[in-house]
């Protein structure tokens, strides 16, 4: 089990939370809290007991402000592909991810911090949140994937005004815009909103939401035919146990119960 010093990480439940915990620094996603989140979410996919993951910051001010500007202003030319190449494959793998990954958004997220809430499958915030991609205003631009997801999510008129302003926009305009799925009160109603949401989720067939993940991600690769992607997770999901249970679940007019097989 690794022992993290810049996010904390607990599951109960099967429910986990990644905490990014460097508050002092606005939770900026330097190089060993990537490592840290790569470490992970890598462990979400491995331990079957793990069903969700929500993603949020520690502290009522940020998700997280960015990646780290001190790294960024140590990069070049070469080494800076491989900076936003390894946020992109460490984004892919939450992206990716079979079980719901929810961002519970409690504050800026900002450049990497908010292309890091774009990568999950679900974002939540509370009106405080204030949301961008500030990258231009620095002489660089989005390297996490942000340039792709948000575009895709809002459409490439909106998207493009964000990232070219450089401004931020409040959580009440993000749910405006269709980038937030809920918006809630305060920072503490925020876990336990989330809460509520993933265990209306996990009722459901645990292989089947990942083949929903599977599917639906597939409509944004462009390399990838959506359609034959779904025909495929399909007829996989009728070879599942949690097939049969739901179907024999419903005609016994019960509850099924699910086992992730
Ligand atoms: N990288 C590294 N450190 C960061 C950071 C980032 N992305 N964002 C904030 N911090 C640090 C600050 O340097 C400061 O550290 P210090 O106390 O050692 O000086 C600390 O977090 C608090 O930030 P501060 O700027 O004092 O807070 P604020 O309330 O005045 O402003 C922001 C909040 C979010 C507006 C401001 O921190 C900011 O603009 N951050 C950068 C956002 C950004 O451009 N992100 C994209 C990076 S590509």
Do not use: W
Not at 20 to 28: C, E, H, S
């Amino acid at each position: 089990m690794p022992s993290y010093k810049n996010i904390l990480f607990k599951s109960s439940d099967g429910i986990s939370v990644l905490t990014i915990n460097r508050p002092d620094k606005l939770n900026a996603l330097n190089n060993a809290t990537l490592k840290e989140i790569r470490e992970a979410v890598q462990e979400v996919y491995d331990d079957k007991s793990i069903r969700a993951l929500i993603i949020t910051g520690n502290g009522e001010k940020a998700f997280a402000a960015g990646a780290d500007i001190k790294e960024i202003s140590e990069l070049n030319e070469l080494n800076g592909r491989k900076f936003s190449e390894n946020g992109q494959e460490i984004f892919d793998l939450i992206e990716n991810c079979h079980k719901p990954v929810i961002a519970a958004i409690n504050g800026f997220a900002l450049g990497g911090g908010f292309e890091l809430a774009l990568a999950c499958h679900i974002r939540i915030a509370s009106k405080n949140a204030r949301l961008g991609l500030p990258e231009v205003s620095l002489g660089i631009l989005p390297g996490y994937g942000g340039t792709q997801r948000l575009t895709f999510l809002i459409g490439k008129g909106k998207a493009l005004e964000m990232m070219m302003t450089a401004e931020m926009i409040h959580a009440d305009q993000a749910y405006r815009l269709g980038i937030l799925n809920h918006l809630v009160e305060t920072t503490d109603q925020l876990l336990p909103f989330t809460m509520n949401l993933i265990k209306k989720i996990l009722k459901n067939a645990p292989l089947a939401l990942g083949m929903v993940i599977e599917s639906v991600n597939a409509a944004t690769k462009i390399e990838i035919n959506g359609f034959q992607t779904e025909s495929n997770c399909f007829s996989n999901a009728l070879k599942t146990k949690d097939f049969v249970e739901g179907m024999k679940a419903f005609m016994e007019k019960r509850t099924p119960d699910f086992t992730g097989d």
